[in-house]
Each structure stands twice: as C-alpha cells, then as structure tokens.
C-alpha cells in the first residue's frame, strides 16, 4: 500500500482508528487525555536517566537524544544494537516503567487485536526540529511474535511506514501529539522511520515531540 494519509486537526478530534497495514492500526486521539500524565511521567524517568544521544555502530551520532525505561532498554554504541538491562552512562537498573506507561501499552495492543501485551522496555526518544529517524526495522527482541506500540506527544511528525524491504514506497503518516501506532503479526517487520521533524511549538513540550515505543524484548527467542 502506498500514498499519504493525514489527519485533520483543524478542530478538536475525536478518538478513530484506521488499518493501515494487515497487523498495523492507526489510532488517532488514542492518547489525548492521557498526555499530560505521560509527559509528568517522562520527566520522572528521565530525572533517573538522562536523555543522551547514542552513536551507531558505524560511529554516527544519532540525531534523537534517547533513554529507556522498564526492566531492559535499547542501546546503540560501537559494540553494536543491543537490549540491556543497565544504562551504560550510570551503570545502574534503568527506571521501573512507570504505570500509565504499561497500561497504555496494553491498552492499545488490545486494540489492535493483540492480547495481553506486557511490554518490558520502553524506549523514550526526543525529537527537536532538525532531527529524524531513518527508515529501519524493530527486530534485537527475542520474541518478534509481540507487537510494537508506538505513542507521539508534542510536535507533529510524518511517520514513513514502508514494506518488508527497504526499497518498498512507504505510507506517509501525519501523527498528531495523541496517536498511537500498533503493529505486529504480518507488519512486525515492517520498515519505518521519521521524516524531519519541523519547527513548531506545543502547549505541553515546547519544542520538542516525544515518541514511547513500547516493546517485549525479552522471553523466548523467536523460532526461525
């Protein structure tokens, strides 16, 4: 599937979902009375683990500063892509996730048609104007069986959800501070990034736009 999909938001909006994928659900508004109680909560965790911007394997340093939460969390250096359950700056156990945090997560699983989704690492990323996400795929969880939940607040943002090859056209989504984006199942694999994020303010962030994604990155190894 290909073309751009865009929410109005010229008016108040009213919670609606769209498939956009077999396995991937757009839920607009998902979120909206939740983000101030998400935003209090980032602020708790990151107050523990400071936001930093890792390097890639390759020596890039990533242009979205990031930290996790939960028992284990995503890292990126020059030993490789990698889940562990220490923050490699501090040495010590990444903050618990807090509870909306989980509840959320499972929530919008659920509405998606996955189940009893338990996610184990959060991975906290920030975007500033000037900063994106090339297109990439979620796949160092051991069990590729469980979905991944992503959640946008502040800024606005163009999410690219493309195909099982890099090459594939992607879908263009305009994700609004609120949305939440499930996939799993068929689209588990799915390429995705972000586009540039665009100069803007918001009532809650200012400057910024946050995104939680939400994954099971441990339990039991993907069979191949």
Known sequence: MTGDLFAAHEHARRPCSEVIADGALWLQAFAD????????????VLAQAPLRQ????????????MSNCGALGWVTDR????????D????????????????????????????????DACLINRYEPGA???LHQD?????????????????????????????????????QSGDVVVWGGPARLRFHGIETVNQGEHALTGHYRFNLTFRKAGGHATEK
């Open 54 to 65: 890792m390097q890639t394997p390759g020596g890039y340093t990533m242009s979205v500063a």
């Open 79 to 86: 030993h490789g892509y990698r889940y562990q359950a220490q």
């Open 132 to 134: 994106r996400m090339s």
């Open 88 to 119: 490699p700056l501090s040495m010590q156990a990444w903050p618990a996730m807090p509870a909306p945090f989980s509840q959320l997560a499972a929530r919008a699983a659920a509405a998606a048609g996955f189940q009893d989704f338990a996610p």
């Open 33 to 44: 009375a939740q983000v101030s109680d998400l935003l209090e909560a980032i602020n708790a």
């Open 139 to 175: 796949k160092n969880e051991r069990d590729l069986r469980e979905p991944i939940v992503s959640v946008s607040l502040g800024l606005p943002a163009s999410f690219l959800f493309g195909g099982l090859k890099r090459s594939d056209k992607p879908l263009r989504l305009c994700l």
